[in-house]
C-alpha cells in the first residue's frame, strides 16, 4: 500500500469510530435519565452498595477493628444542587459522552487493530493483539474500582469534612460530575500500567530489575497517591486504594522482560 492508501485506511477507521461514538451517545442520552439517580448519583446516598457492606462490617460498636475503619452506619445523604441555568443540559451530553466512550472502548480498539496489523509480523500479531485484549480488559477493571470504591470513599470522605461546623457543605452538580468522571477515569487509566511496563521492557527502556531494585521506593509513591486519591485518615481507606496500585506494580514485575 501506498502512503495515500495508508491514509485512506486510517480515514476509514477513524470515520467507524466516529459514527459508533455518535450512535453510543444517542442512545446513552436516551436513556440516561433513567440510570441518572441509581448509578451516577448512587455514591450520594447511604443506600449505596459499598456504604451498608462497609457498615456491616463496622458497624457503630466499639470492637476492637471499629476504629481502624470509619463509620458507615448511620444515615448519609448528600443533596446535589444546580446553581447554572444550563449546566443540567451539558452535563447530560457531556456525561452521555463519556459513557458512550467507554462502550465503544472495545470497538475502537478493534478498528485501531485492524488497522495496523497488516504491518505487523506473526509474532507481533499475537503480542499486540494480547495487549489491546488486557489493556482494554484492565482498562474497565480500573473504572469499577473507581467507580465502586475509590470515588464512593473519596466523596464520602470530603462531603463529612469540615473545617468549620458553621460551615454547610453544598455540593454543585458540577462539581460533583468533574470528580466522578475524573477519578473514574484516572483509575481506568492506571490500571494501564502493567501494559505500558510491558510496551516499555520491549523496546528496552525498562526492565524487569530496575522495577525489582525500586520496589520498596515504589510502595512508598503509590502510598502517597493513595493517600493524594483518598485524602481519609484512616487506614482502611487507604489499604482499599493502595493494594490495588500495589498490585498493579507487582504485575508489572511478572509482565516485563529480564
Known sequence: M???????????????????????????????????????????????????????????GGGKGASLMPNFSGDYHIDIININVATQFLTHITTSLWFALVVIFPYAIYEIWKFIRPALYKREQRNVRGAFFFGTLLFFLGCTVGYCVVFPLTFRFLTQYQVSGAIANTISLNSYMTNFITIVFVMGLVFEIPILAWLLSIIGVLKKAFLKEYRRIAVVALLVLAALITPSGDPFTLSIVFLPLFLLYEVSILVVRE
Open 2 to 60: 501506498s502512503f495515500w492508501d495508508h491514509l485512506e485506511a486510517l480515514r476509514w477507521t477513524l470515520f467507524h469510530i466516529l459514527i459508533a461514538l455518535v450512535i453510543a451517545v444517542v442512545a446513552i442520552f436516551i436513556i440516561l435519565p433513567d440510570i441518572f439517580d441509581s448509578f451516577v448519583l448512587g455514591p450520594t446516598d447511604g443506600s449505596f452498595f459499598l456504604y451498608r457492606w462497609l457498615g456491616s462490617l463496622g458497624g457503630s
